[in-house]
């Protein structure tokens, strides 16, 4: 495989279509942040938003247009991170910089098994430039975190 | 007529990219890339005649100011300026900048009364166009908020053309300052130069061209041109980085106030006031890019040797090729119009949008095929927005570039579709 | 614990001027000399990694990205600051000028309420000192002009040493700025910068430090100095000319508004407005000059291997040599104290005054033995006036100095007298 | 004769000594013309006043101080012009500026016949940072010319 073959995936080819989560909703919750992120680079932009049910990511909900690496990298990350604790969510976004920062090799066994389909993501750590890119809504996400959870304070 | 094949001449492009791939270098309209004469005069300046310019009165200091001023003589001849009517700048946005901050300056009391007919504010209009750069957009813009003038723009048809229809009203008795890219660096599109300038000087305006994209490509000449100011940089004309320079009419730049204060550009310094020398050193304060002005003064002659109407020929080959091609792929929108093959109307780049796959993407699977294009908005947001599009590819030419570099372009381009799943 | 000899690493050291002799290069103070390591660095850079930077999606817009961004954080730990607080200037006076003109745009409206905090204006004060440099003072002054606020200075006394009996009327609580040198040009005295930043802090003035001539020869760290801002140029610590840095508190950065407008530095534009970024990079409009930074940062790296308190120990060796021995030759006067042999007190510097003989003719004479010194004003005329001479002669040592070049230099300097008919 | 001792000829040194025509004085004459010129390298300054007598430069006077280059050569050019017709002045002026250029080679013997005590400058010419120096009183004398034939008009 080729490391254009290794970034483009078929799973990252299908969550960039299936696009996970897109369309903003109201979580139906009180705890709920937004975020805004913008990458400068391209001009790309997604709002996300977050709902906490207690210490559980409730609902997470994006809107915004992108390369197939940020789309789908948000798509996988809805999936993920809907339905885990704050502390489960937090290691996953702690596994997914690691994934970014590995320069395209795998992670260990246990963050393998947290990150499932966003290990697919693996081949994009090569290239410093799309990063960015991948990171896009993990940092809406961890952004809008931060803002659900002062609404709870 | 066209010129040589002069690969052998730039050692960075015989460098292999991605697993042993050729280089393909296709952005050269965001830096080019730059021979050895220009980084054998650059080294040679450096481990031999490397010393305080217009300061010292040793021997180095006394080589290195006439390797400076002769590299400053070099450029001004290629642009067809006077040597005293070239100030080196950090880059071509710096010389942009330089314009607006010292119109910015004269207005807030700098430079006195010498500097008065600088002076703009509410109720005076500066007038840009839609097709610009960020980087002569912005200073004007923020040159509005700080006076309290208003900024008007000439807008572009979806070819990315100026649209004149409205220039009289655009360009009035209220404007001070008519500020316009020479060619667009994201559709390649020549400016009307003559018909902007004329209706500046019948309204009493300033011109300020934006010559990035032409003085590396096209035979420029500021006088002919007739423009009051203009800017170009020396890494997009085969010079080094960190040096550019701006082109200024000699009366013009001796009353403008300086918007940089340092060591060399003024006369008398006491505590209370400064006085300052006339141009170009008035806005040179501190130590100037020395080597790097070397460097740019060395490209301009490079140029000068290939002859600029044979780089204008050779580059408008290659992109026509470029644009006919992209235009014949399904699928790919190329941005601005193809253009002729013989007229001088749009310069060597093409930049497009593929059909449903972002030009992240699109760059991705290039840089994977050993070719280095350009993707992004290119520093021209209004323009894409314009367009309707967030960013776009661009595929640009220099002297360098062969036939085979834009056939090759065109065929990973062919498969960018396919690869990404977008039936056409 | 001194420096080896290190001449074998600066091509330059060994050309011969003026028929063949040796050059005795003492003019550091104005520029110094590179060694190889950043040369190559640079070339290397050139022929090989040349791309544009943090726009590209290509393999050499990556590596050039990667080296640019390494070379930052080599100057950061170089100055003990993070790597987001060092933004690349064209030189220190740009650096300097960037965070006055930065006050002059928040005061103009610039940036809006995010930048609030920054403006002065009427009633407000400025603070430099009587020793500064052009490039420490213009920029004050003309802030001053631009803004209504009033230009106040901290006085030398015979030896050019700042008086502080009323620095508590002088940084008062309408100063909102005290700027001073670390170290003179001229004197090489060092400044009390903890009673200067201590005022500061006591009244909410910020404080812009000039770090021109202390960081290419003493240890500095900005975070144990406490000032707000730092700047020094590449081209005085063994890096290329075309590059400088400005230190900045990160907090403070992000809101200073930019002075320089253009591509890169923002995040989102329209014909209306425009969004930038955080810093450092909201200060980096246009293309950097990136090749010169990769040159700073291997020059950081070059000095941070020899250690700065063997580069300050080898300096004050020679330096005081020169003192001394400047000040022990009949007729000629030291500007500045001789200062201590071990104390951290005066740089490796030496300006001097002969009587009866214009410092361009005693410039002259040196100039025919080989050896390279700066005559003139070296743009500190206040301090020069204070002195009440229009200018001197300085010899300026650098960690390639010897002692060698140091006799040479007095040596020569005592014929002068003779030579021009001065009886002393 | 070494470079250095070329550029400090005794005849220069004997001119930076006396200085023929410090001290502005009152030339007594209706055409009169000043200017005030600084070298900025070294913030050496000269003021200069010419008084023309019909078509005849009638008194040369200055004030300044400066290097032994520049001392001498405004003393020498203060000896060769009071005197002469305004166009005689032109062609000295004409000849000092050749000289300076000459790269410190002689010029012909006509010019040199012009130029008499001012020939010693030809060493000068090889150091181009000094010729500032020596044309500070020349450039003064140039522009005050123009001052005074405007006072004539
Ligand atoms: C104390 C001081 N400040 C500022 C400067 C200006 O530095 P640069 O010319 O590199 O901008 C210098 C050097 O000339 C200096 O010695
Ligand atoms: C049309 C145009 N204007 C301005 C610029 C800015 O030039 P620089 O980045 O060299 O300052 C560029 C290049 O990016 C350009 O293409």
């Keep these: 495989m080729s490391s254009l073959e290794q970034m483009y995936q078929q799973v990252i080819m299908d969550h960039a279509r299936e696009g996970h989560g897109r369309g903003l909703k109201d979580p139906g919750l009180i705890q709920v942040g937004e975020s805004h992120q913008i990458n400068t680079t391209c001009g790309d932009e997604i709002t996300l938003r977050v709902g906490l049910d207690g210490v559980t990511v409730g609902s997470v909900s994006w809107e915004g247009q992108g390369c197939s690496i940020s789309q789908a990298s948000v798509s996988v990350l809805t999936e993920l991170v809907e339905g885990q604790s704050l502390e489960q969510a937090e290691e996953t976004m702690e596994a997914f910089r690691a994934l970014m920062q590995s320069k395209g090799e795998p992670l260990d066994d246990d963050r393998e098994d947290l990150l499932g389909d966003a290990t697919a993501f693996v081949g994009v750590g090569k290239y410093p430039a799309r990063i960015k890119c991948a990171m896009l809504g993990w940092s809406a996400f961890k952004d809008a975190l931060i803002h659900a959870r002062k609404d709870q304070a | 007529m066209h010129l040589p094949d002069l690969r052998a001449d730039f050692p960075l492009l015989t460098r292999t990219v991605r697993n042993g791939k050729d280089l393909v270098y296709l952005d050269s309209g965001a830096t080019s890339q730059r021979p050895t004469a220009v980084l054998d005069a650059v080294r040679d300046f450096e481990e031999r005649h490397n010393g305080a310019v217009a300061r010292g009165a040793h021997l180095l200091a006394e080589e290195a100011t006439g390797l400076f001023e002769s590299a400053r003589a070099s450029v001004a001849t290629l642009v067809g300026a006077s040597h005293d009517e070239i100030v080196w700048t950090e880059n071509a946005t710096a010389a942009m900048n330089l314009v607006a901050s010292g119109i910015g300056n004269a207005t807030s009391g700098i430079g006195g009364e010498e500097s008065a007919r600088y002076r703009i504010g509410p109720g005076d209009e500066i007038c840009v166009t839609e097709t610009e750069h960020h980087a002569n957009l912005v200073p004007w813009q923020q040159l509005a908020v700080r006076t309290g003038a208003t900024l008007r723009w000439i807008p572009v048809d979806d070819l990315g053309r100026l649209i004149l229809d409205d220039l009289d009203s655009l360009v009035n008795d209220r404007t001070k300052v008519l500020a316009f890219t020479h060619v667009s660096n994201v559709t390649g599109v020549i400016s009307p130069v003559a018909t902007l300038v004329a209706r500046a000087k019948a309204v009493g305006a300033l011109t300020v061209l934006d010559a990035c994209q032409s003085v590396p490509h096209l035979p420029v000449d500021v006088k002919d041109l007739d423009v009051d100011f203009a800017a170009f940089s020396g890494h997009k004309m085969l010079g080094p980085t960190g040096i550019g320079a701006l082109y200024g009419r000699k009366e013009l730049l001796d009353t403008l106030p300086p918007s940089v204060f340092g060591g060399g550009a003024v006369t008398i310094v006491s505590m209370e006031s400064t006085a300052w020398h006339p141009a170009p050193t008035r806005f040179e304060a501190g130590t100037q890019p020395v080597a790097q002005a070397v460097g740019m003064g060395a490209a301009a002659n490079y140029l000068m040797e290939l002859g600029m109407e044979r780089v204008e020929a050779h580059e408008r080959e290659i992109g026509h090729l470029l644009r006919e091609g992209v235009s014949a792929i399904p699928g790919v929108r190329l941005l601005g119009p193809v253009g002729s093959e013989t007229e001088r109307d749009v310069i060597g780049l093409a930049a497009f949008v593929v059909d449903g796959v972002h030009p992240h993407d699109v760059g991705q699977l290039l840089d994977d095929r050993g070719i280095a294009v350009r993707v992004g908005h290119h ?29 090759a372009l065109l065929a990973a381009l062919a498969e960018v579709p396919a690869f990404f799943g977008v039936s056409v």
Aim: aromatic content about 6%; glycine content about 6%; some cysteine.
């Design chain 2, 379 to 407: 520093c021209a947001q209004p323009l894409h927005r314009r367009f309707g599009v967030t960013g776009s590819t661009r595929a640009s030419a220099h002297v360098y570039t062969s036939t085979d570099d834009a056939n």
